[in-house]
């Protein structure tokens, strides 16, 4: 009975170490102005970082027809729930897309007759979920500022093999264990 307990216990700490918890982290383009641009696991390529019209200087600037593109290092999918922008100077839309892979799953315009420019900014809550990439593109004549991009990043999971692997070699431990006291016994 107890031995049928402890590899219940063994299978069961298998899978949950399978399961990878996720974790928020918000890019806040505090970093250098480089290009790639990388923060918390992240790239932001084509980017400049600016110190004028920040929610918090400094932040991701995109001039008209410019697009940048997040991503993880290293690839993986990601959610971005929020992040705060403006519109500067003349009017502009902000074109949001998200991709997987190649595939485009979701787009989103964020025009300047319903985000006015010029307005100190706002925050822009919407779930992009399990993306490989997000592309800001700016169309319009003004320019817009991004900043405190909001992403839910899954842990690095460990592989399945490794704990299916753990709990067989423990259970073959235990049978090894019983035909050892039987043939004691």
């Known amino acids: 009975m107890a031995k049928s307990l402890a590899l219940s216990a063994l299978f ?6 399978q399961a990878a918890p996720s974790h928020a982290l918000t890019l806040t383009f505090g970093g250098p102005d480089v290009d790639p641009y990388i923060e918390s ?3 932001v390529d084509v980017a400049r970082i600016v110190n004028g019209n920040c929610n918090v200087a400094p932040c991701l600037a995109l001039n ?3 697009t940048s593109v997040l991503t993880r290092v290293g690839g993986g999918v990601f959610d971005l729930t929020s992040f705060w922008f403006q519109i500067l100077g ?3 839309t902000l074109t949001v897309q998200a991709y997987n892979g190649a595939t485009l799953v979701d787009q989103v315009d964020l025009l300047e007759s319903v985000y006015p420019h010029n307005n100190g900014g706002q ?6 979920s399990n993306v490989t990439s997000i592309s800001f593109h700016d169309s319009g004549r003004g320019n817009i500022r991004i900043d405190d991009a909001n992403v839910n990043v899954s842990a690095v999971p460990i592989p399945a093999a490794l704990p299916l692997l753990a ?3 423990a259970a073959l431990g235990f049978a090894g264990r019983r035909r050892k006291a039987k043939k004691i016994a």
């Open 90 to 92: 003349q009017p502009a």
């Open 167 to 169: 709990t067989g070699l």
């Open 12 to 17: 069961a700490m298998g899978l949950a170490m």
């Open 64 to 66: 008209t027809n410019e």
């Open 123 to 128: 925050v822009f809550s919407y779930l992009f």
């Open 41 to 43: 696991g992240f790239s």
